[in-house]
Nanobody
Framework: VQLVESGGGLVQPGGSLRLSCAAS????????MSWYRQAPGKERELVAG????????NYADSVKGRFTISRDNAKSTAYLQMNRLKPEDTAVYYC???????????WGQGTLVTVSS
């Protein structure tokens, strides 16, 4: 079971990035997925989640209207489209597979997003 994130990098405030999470080793379409982030000196926090079929999503208040989570079950990949990025979005972003109880049980290695001018 493996999750591999990509797409992080340095972006100016107001810019956009799309993160990808490639899954392998399990039936991707059977699991809800989520993105978490951890900023320097802060606790890890939930950013967004999506159910297995993609029909329901949820977001942290701080990213609502700016970030969009999606998935392509045929490609076993989850995405996080991030628009209108702010310096406070700077963090390591992690893709997670959720257990049937809704808890993150598998984590990727993380990808760093830095928002700075």
């Amino acid at each position: 079971v493996q999750l591999v994130e990509s797409g992080g990098g340095l972006v100016q405030p107001g810019g956009s990035l799309r993160l990808s999470c490639a899954a392998s080793g399990f039936t991707f379409s059977s699991y809800a997925m989520s993105w978490y982030r951890q900023a320097p000196g802060k606790e890890r926090e939930l950013v967004a989640g999506i159910r297995s079929g993609g029909g329901f999503t949820n977001y942290a208040d701080s990213v609502k209207g700016r970030f969009t989570i999606s998935r392509d079950n045929a490609k076993s990949t989850a995405y996080l489209q991030m628009n209108r990025l702010k310096p406070e979005d700077t963090a390591v972003y992690y893709c997670t597979r959720l257990s049937y109880g809704g808890r993150p049980e598998v984590w990727g290695q993380g990808t760093l997003v830095t928002v700075s001018s």
